[in-house]
């Protein structure tokens, strides 16, 4: 195994609106996952999957009024992020990786019957899992994000991939403030530059946006794979997307009619940029708690 970096603990103290409790699951491989386990242990399951270059902080506003809804509210870090273990250099890591080591906690902690909330890689990996083991979701809620299948990339993606690739910093917090519309304070920033103090743990964050299987990449059959499964899959699928997200506005076209689980459900538009979840959680929420209800 590649050289693994762990932040310290100290790093986490004292974040602002974050004061859960870290769990920890170690995999086959000797990677420790952390996660989040909010709510009651025996309500309706919720997974929470963050995405490119954040972690379960960025679910700190839309935990609390979910767990207080009755759910369990999951919150992993990606492998790579956040209090996760960090394996060095970009070559750790790959698409198809990602997704067998959420799917492998997923096994181990033996969750059914959930509802997976994603965005951004949160949806490619999560709704992979969903295609791969549809028995264990009973729904899904996607904001901002897709599974791509070799088309060409948006023009503002294409951008952020060679940034990812080549700039010589990459300051994840102002990554993430500049995906946001509402103004996140200093300390927010700081909280999502708190799990990478060094430019060697940050492999993971600027691994991931050349692995988007757009064009010519070699996970796109795979991805056929996975659309074929989800053109299948009958559950609630909400689309939630936000009204100022460059890179993947209208994107619920894609999914709208095309998974059968679309037909019937409120698909709304929620209001902010990319990283919803900091300029809409409300409304994120509430769309995530239709679902667990049965459907809007």
């Not at 762990?6 to 995999?27: I, K, N, Q, S, V």
């Not at 951004?120 to 899904?140: C, K």
């Not at 799990?195 to 964050?205: E, M, V």
Request: aromatic share 10%; net charge neutral.
């Amino acid at each position: 195994m590649a050289q693994v970096y762990r932040t310290p603990d100290e790093r986490f103290a004292g974040l602002p609106d974050f004061p859960f409790a870290p769990h920890y699951h170690t995999l086959k491989s000797g990677l420790r996952l952390h996660y989040l386990d909010e709510g009651p242990r025996d309500g309706p399951p919720v997974l929470m999957l963050h995405g490119e270059p954040s972690w379960c902080y960025l679910w700190r506003h839309m935990i609390p009024p979910v767990a207080e809804a009755g759910c369990r509210v999951l919150a992993p870090d990606l492998i790579g992020f956040g209090r996760s273990d960090k394996p060095l250099g970009r070559k750790s890591y790959s698409y198809a990786g990602q997704v067998a080591w959420i799917r492998e906690w997923i096994e181990a902690l033996d969750l059914t019957g959930m509802v997976l909330a994603c965005q951004d890689w949160g949806s490619l990996i999560g709704l992979r899992l969903v295609a791969e083991m549809p028995e264990r979701f009973a729904g899904v809620v996607l904001s901002n994000g897709g599974l791509p299948e070799g088309q060409t990339p948006p023009r503002a993606f294409a951008i952020w991939r060679a940034f990812a690739r080549f700039s010589p910093v990459f300051p994840i917090g102002k990554i993430v403030a500049k995906g946001t519309r509402r103004e996140l304070s200093p300390a927010e920033i700081a909280a999502y530059d708190a799990p990478f103090p060094t430019r060697a743990s940050k492999a993971g964050p600027r691994a991931y946006p050349p692995l988007v299987p757009f064009a010519g990449n070699p996970e796109v059959p795979a991805q056929k794979a996975a659309w074929a499964s989800l053109e299948r899959f009958d559950k609630p699928f909400l689309c939630a997307f936000a009204d100022r997200d460059p890179i993947t506005r209208g994107g619920d076209a894609l999914f709208i009619g095309r998974v059968p689980g679309t037909a019937g459900q409120a698909h709304r538009t929620l209001h902010g940029g990319h990283f919803i979840q900091e300029d809409d959680p409300a409304g994120f929420a509430g769309a995530l708690l239709d679902v667990v209800r049965g459907g809007a």
